[in-house]
Every structure is written in C-alpha cells, then in structure tokens.
DNA sequence: TCAAATGATTCAGT
DNA sequence: ACTGAATCATTTGA
C-alpha cells in the first residue's frame, strides 16, 4: 500500500489528488476535466484560441508572436523524442487497468451488474468488486471523452493554423518545411497535455486501488463465539498471553479466521487490557468464571461417570477468587 | 449523531 | 519475525 503511495510520488503527479478526494468521483472529473496543463501550455492555448474572435489582421501577428513563444518554450523542455518511457509506463498501466484498452463485456453498469449478479452469495468481497468496477468504469468513460476532446482540438486548431499559414503565404513565401514543423509543434503541445491526462487517470486508479485493497475499510467485526474463544484463552493465559503459533492455528481454526488475525487480536487485547486494566476487570472475572465451570465440568463429566444427573450446568458460579 | 469498541496497519525497537 | 504503541477506518450501541 505504501508503494503505492510512493508509485503515486515517483509519477510526478500534478499536485494530485489528496487522500480525501479518494473515491468521490467528482474529484477524480474535477482532476481530469483538462484541468490544469503546466502554466505556459494553458496561456499559450488559451491565447491561440482566442485568436478566433479577432480580425484575420490581427490574428495574423498575434499567431506568429504566440507560436514563436510556444516554439522557444518547446525548445527548452522537450527535447527528447516520442519513445518517452515516462508516456510509455502511463500507457502501460492504463492498458493493464484496463483504462485504455477496448471495452470488455457491454456496457460498464451491466458488466458491473453481471459481476454483482454472478457473486450471487452474499460472500463479502462481490458487492465491494462491482463498487470498484464501477468506480473504475467511470474513470475509464471520464478519460476517453477527454481524450476524445483532445483530439478534436488538436484537429480543430491545425486546422485553424492551417489557413492562418494559407493567408499568410499570401505576403509572404512559406515553405511546406514551416508548416511541417507547425503542425508537430502543435501536436507535441497537444500530446504533453495528453500525458497530463493520463497522468491524472493513473493517479486516479492507484488511489481507487489502494481504496479498496485498504483491509481496515472492510473491516467486519469476528462473530460473538469466536471472540468467547479467544478471550476465554486470553484470560486463562493471563499471566502470559502469548500464544505459540500452534496454539494460534488452534485458535484460528476454531475462531474461523487467520492466524495473522489471531495475533492482531491477541496484539490488539494485550495492550488495550494493559493501558485499563479495571475496564477489563468484569470480563476477566466473567471468563475466569467460565473456564473454572467448564474445568469443573470436565472434570465432573470424567469423575462422575456413575452419577446420573449433572445439574447447574447453564449457570454461573458464585466463585471466583 | 456521537462516542466507544474493534480489527487492521504502520513504525520503531528487539 | 515478533511485539508494543499509535493510529486509522469502520461498526456498534446509546
């Protein structure tokens, strides 16, 4: 779980989603809704397509103005080429997720319907998946509309620069070479905004991952006769309640649970008894009395095998030391 | 709705 | 590896 956390770290996230947004699927929207493209990328976009509304004249020196700067800002930054391993692992886990690649199985609320149907039981752990599948439904629907978005600017805007250029070359020559490099410049903004995106959608699903991996977030209390068992040995074994792990695998055999549980609750016991003892004074009386019925029980049962009746069993005994 | 109870996790010490 | 301590997240009962 930790690593997830430091997996959401060595990402680079973009200021990411706090623990408190986990699972509210608003804020995974508010994330990925283009949100916020480093500073320089937004304002240059954001005066590009302000270019629409103005006059040809005006957009015509504005355009070369923008790009130049957009061209300088490319310079310094991505220098690199396509094969980025960083776009590479994003791609990856998507595709692993199951975020980006093709759909499996009809819509996502009947796949999570059929997944709830086919766990019929009332087996704890379906309900819980087909929450996460859902969960995970949602965010893969969220990152194909932005991503289809995406791509209808990215095309939109080429476009639009297309026939800038094209009035350009009116005044002035324009190699096909500029425009070549307009339209990579253009797509190499775009493709970084898509890495925001998928960046976002990775962050997204670690965090709705590590949500439901969480064990603390199911917790379900141990039925009334298992937590009689392991109290009657904590309060027989008092003087020393560390069980041996045979002991623990007897406990947890009977108890229906794990060892490990076996030790988080002797683990959990040992130390709350420690820090209040005198909270803990009534049940220790109660099963110190238990067990001193039963023993005497047994040992009635074993001695008394002539004796007809055994009456008392049900009750408890005054006696306790 | 709130505090208490409870199972699980994390972290440091051994 | 095991434990104690602190803490988290959920369940339970008033």
């Known amino acids: 779980m930790d ?32 949100g916020q493209p480093p500073q320089d990328i937004g304002d240059i976009l954001q005066q590009i397509m302000a270019i629409t509304d103005e006059s040809l004249d005006e ?20 220098e690199e080429d396509p094969p980025d391993p960083q ?29 709830a149907a086919a766990g019929g039981s009332p087996n704890d752990g379906s309900i819980e998946h087909s929450d996460y599948r859902a969960k995970l439904a949602q965010i893969r629907q969220i990152y194909h509309s932005e991503l289809e978005k995406y791509e209808q600017a990215c095309s939109e805007f080429t476009n639009h620069v297309m026939n800038l250029l094209r009035e350009q070359s009116r005044t002035r020559p324009i190699s096909p070479k500029e425009i070549e490099r307009m339209v990579a410049i253009i ?29 603390r977030r199911k917790r379900r209390n141990f039925n009334k006769q298992a937590t009689e068992v392991l109290n009657e040995y904590f309060y027989s074994h008092l003087s020393n309640p560390y069980p041996s792990e045979e002991a623990k695998e007897e406990l947890a055999k009977k108890c229906a649970i794990t ?35 039963d023993a005497a029980n047994v040992s009635a049962q074993a001695s008394q095998a002539n004796s007809p009746a055994t009456p008392n069993s049900g009750k408890v005994m005054k006696k306790y030391k």
Not at 197 to 207: D, F, G, N, R, Y
Request: glycine share 8%; with cysteine.
């Open 59 to 78: 957009a015509q020196a504005r355009l070369t103005l923008v790009l130049s700067s957009a061209v300088l800002s490319i310079r310094g930054v991505q």
């Open 3 to 34: 690593d997830q956390t430091r997996m959401l770290a060595s990402m680079g996230g973009l200021g990411g989603l706090s623990q408190a947004d986990v699972g509210d699927p608003d804020s995974v929207r508010k994330q990925q809704s283009l």
């Open 259 to 293: 060892v490990s549980q076996v030790s988080n609750w002797f683990g959990n016991k040992r130390i709350r008894y420690k820090k209040n003892i005198g909270k803990f004074q009534e049940e220790a009386n109660l099963y110190a009395v238990k067990t001193a019925v």
């Open 87 to 115: 776009i590479m692992r994003l791609d990856n886990m998507l595709l692993a997720e199951g975020v980006s690649g093709p759909e499996k199985g009809g819509g996502s609320a009947a796949a999570a319907a059929a997944a």
């Open 187 to 215: 797509h190499r903004k775009f493709s970084s905004i898509q890495m925001q995106l998928k960046q976002s959608t990775c962050e997204a699903v670690m965090i709705l991952r590590s949500r439901f991996l969480d064990a």
